[in-house]
């Protein structure tokens, strides 16, 4: 039985200097059904330069430019576009092992009831040494999202959920992906392998992320997930509580009661009080 295809979307934004290393992990792989698509998101540098040599050594890869707009908007021009009917993110500064298109692919064909299939991961960069995952459970993922980006899943079920969200344009974006895939039904493995390998730099745009920015983004997640977050988060007093850990830097900020009043208002009436007396 031949192969199905896998769409390698790799969004980058003025990433040009590790361009290379991530498409030369996709060209390593032992999978060679693939077709790796990469977005260039509006980049000021010579990304489009660095894919071109690529797409003349190899067919599989295809090239891609749009107005910046942010990688949730990269990620879904990529998938459109995209034959596949697997598809694996990958950012244009991380890389993935030789093993683990396979490795993830043989997952879904032996588990039918798998959504999503993501390995170990490795930093390396501005900072060495394995990264500790929390091992996967609908309420980790409700507390925190604790897999990356280079996870992989159906397409399909990419279009029932409407793609990656584009007003998730600071970041997080990954985290809300992951909730709307995964809060209906359906299963997630991880590979025992060290499949995935996480670029650290001094200056990211994750760490640009202030608790102002953090908040808000948090918020919007609550209100657009709030059947997520209470069923697995428990009460109200116990989604407080939890919400109230340090996480990031802006814990101190989700400790008001105002979210919690907000969230039990969008849950239960449709709105949110804040909202509602903001607007007058």
Excluded at 127 to 146: C, H, I, R, Y
Aim: net charge negative; hydrophobic share 40%; glycine share 8%.
């Amino acid at each position: 039985m031949k192969d199905p295809i896998v769409s390698i979307v790799v969004p980058c934004y003025n990433q040009a200097q590790y361009l290379d290393e991530a498409l030369q992990s996709v060209s390593d792989q032992t999978f060679e059904n693939w077709e790796c698509i990469v977005v260039n998101d509006g980049s000021s540098d010579n990304a489009e330069q660095i894919v071109r040599k690529w797409i003349e050594q190899d067919v599989r890869f295809k090239y891609y430019y749009q107005e910046n707009a942010g990688v949730s908007s990269a990620r879904n021009l990529g998938i459109t576009n995209s034959v596949g009917q697997f598809i694996l993110p990958l950012d244009g500064d991380d890389k993935i092992a030789k093993d683990y298109i396979k490795l993830a692919i043989r997952a879904f064909e032996n588990d039918e009831s798998l959504k999503l299939v993501y390995c170990k991961a490795e930093k390396f960069g501005d900072e060495t040494g394995n990264w500790n995952l929390t091992p996967f459970s609908l309420k980790e993922l409700a507390l925190d999202n604790m897999i990356f980006c280079s996870a992989m899943y159906r397409k399909k079920d990419w279009e029932l959920i409407g793609g990656y969200d584009n007003n998730m344009l600071d970041g997080l974006e990954d985290w809300e992906f992951w909730i709307s895939l995964l809060k209906n039904g359906g299963n997630v493995s991880c590979l025992n392998i060290i499949g995935f390998y996480y670029r650290i730099k001094l200056v990211s745009r994750q760490k640009k992320l202030d608790g102002t920015i953090k908040e808000r983004l948090f918020n919007y997640l609550s209100i657009k997930h709030a059947d997520f977050f209470v069923e697995h988060l428990g009460s109200f007093g116990a989604l407080n509580y939890n919400l109230q850990k340090e996480r990031e830097g802006f814990s101190a900020k989700l400790k008001s009661e105002k979210f919690v009043l907000d969230l039990f208002c969008k849950t239960f009436f449709g709105f949110t009080i804040f909202g509602k007396i903001n607007k007058g």
